[in-house]
């Protein structure tokens, strides 16, 4: 009689228990959704200041985002909670997938060896000589110095990428920085990752057990990643899938890295394949494919979504007196950042100058040197830290001082150093002949709007407007044929520019007929022969080698 009485309270309390299971999860939801979007409104609102305030437009966004954490840090604010174990999973995978995915193989191809170089090398190189700064200076443990050496050897390129592009720096420079920073990430997140294990579960190193077990996990993290990449990338070329392809290059991001983590490989190096693939893997061999405008939108929202949190989160975990009370050492830190940086760069320079018999300039050298900036993914490491490390505070708020040094000092002195170097590749006259190109295309347009060649011209231009609309058409036509005259050089970039496009229009509409299935092969390439016969080759000298 108990017994069923007490079954028939449980049936009849389980209608209420699943009702209460069910408001405490829409509460959770609401909660959630209330605490993010405050951080959603600072962050847009930190992004708009540089377009409001004239002054801050050479001011990078995350400069801003993390200024605002320390204010958040300064009245002890706290927007929002998430455990450091989920830090990692939540922001490492779109922030190494976008890089990856932007990256162009044939750039990085031409420049593999110090790329690689400065990612792979300077990661041991940052991580002893930080802590060992560390240890020896400031009396750290040498658990914390390592780790803290560990969160700052990932480096962070977005913002000097973006002055780069502003001021026209070199393309060379350019890829090598986007390089060191697609590898070093990866490397670093690795030996964070030992060196947290070893800093939780201390065991005695085999080095040659350590080695072999570093290249299987790179090995099933770079497989699993070029298998999804591939298929991704085929999948979204083959067929118009359209708005489909943002959200699977999303979960393509979250699922290799999971993917490769549960069967023992590393997620990082499974997220980095895999973007690399599908921003280079083409249908038509040998020709990249074209990146969608919606595409390009999506990840440059999410990376900005990622990043605001990233930095907000900062300053909501930083405790502002503890920073203080501990600035010496993260001074320390900062000088150390700079010496490993100098040491890396420059000596891996010269290794693969040694190589590759091709040198990189001594100015190149300098500005990649300076530009070393730390970010998101160095504040994302030591926030994931778990509560177990006793001197988590004091590796964040160190991690917060280097971050916000190399932000603020470095970032903001790029451009003049580029300056004084005179790394800048823009041609002035090209730029002049691109902004003539683009008024006598804007003058033609007024001239069709007037003469009535344009559907929705005026119904009786006058005369006068005529006149001095063609006035001005002529002398901008004189312009262009001045500076084709004068500089030759820049028509050619121009045609070779051109006709890239035009070889892309090509490949596109390829695509288009295997995508409805009207063709199962690529058909071979017309446009490119037609172009040649228009601009053959000069002739080879008798005495000259082909």
Known sequence: MVETAFAQGVAALSPVLSSLLTDAADLAIERNLKEFLPVLLVALSAASLPRIFAPLRQVPYTLLLLVVGLGLALVDLRLFDLSPGMILLIF????????????????????????????????????????????????VSWTTALLTGACLAATDSA????????????????????????????????????????????????????????????????GVGAAIGTAVALLTQRYDLGWVEQSLSLVTAYGAYLLSEDLGGSGVIAVVAAGL??????????????????????????????????????????????????????????????????????????????????????????????????????????????????????????????????????????????DALKLRETDPAETQYLERLAQRSALRQVLSHLTGNDPGAAPSPSQPELEAIKAQLEVVEDDILALQQSHPQIADRIRQRHQETLVAIEATAYNAFLQEGWLKTLPDSVVEPALRSLHPPPPTSPNQSP
């Open 92 to 139: 490492l995978p779109p922030i190494l997938f976008e890089a990856a995915w932007k990256m162009r193989w044939p750039d990085l191809k031409r420049d593999i060896v110090p790329s690689s170089l400065f990612a792979i090398g300077s990661v041991p190189v940052s991580i002893f000589g930080i802590g060992w700064a560390l240890h020896h200076w400031m009396n």
């Open 277 to 418: 693939v599908i921003g280079n893997l083409g249908l038509v061999p040998g020709e990249r494919p074209q990146k969608r405008p919606t595409m390009i939108e999506f990840w440059e929202f999410v990376i900005f979504l990622v990043n605001s949190i990233v930095f907000l989160l900062l300053g909501d975990q930083v405790l502002f007196p503890y920073f203080v009370e501990h600035i010496d050492t993260s001074l320390v830190a900062i000088a150390a950042v700079l010496i490993s940086r100098a040491v890396a760069i420059f000596g891996f320079s010269a290794l693969s100058g040694l190589l590759t018999r091709n040198l990189i300039p001594w100015a190149t050298q300098t500005v990649l040197w300076w530009v070393g900036l730390r970010g998101s993914v160095a504040i994302a490491l030591a926030l994931s830290l778990p509560d177990a490390i006793g001197d988590r505070q004091q590796i964040i708020s160190n991690s917060f001082g280097v971050v916000l040094f190399t932000l603020l000092v470095q970032g903001l002195t790029t451009k003049p150093l580029l």
């Open 159 to 222: 913002s000097v990428l973006g002055v780069f592009r502003e001021v026209g720096a070199g393309q060379r420079l350019t890829t090598l920085l986007e390089g060191e920073s697609l590898f070093n990430d990866g490397a670093a997140v690795v030996a964070f990752s030992v060196l947290l294990e070893q800093a939780i579960d201390p065991q005695p190193i085999d080095v040659s057990t350590t080695l072999l077990q570093f290249l299987l996990v790179s090995a099933i993290g770079l």
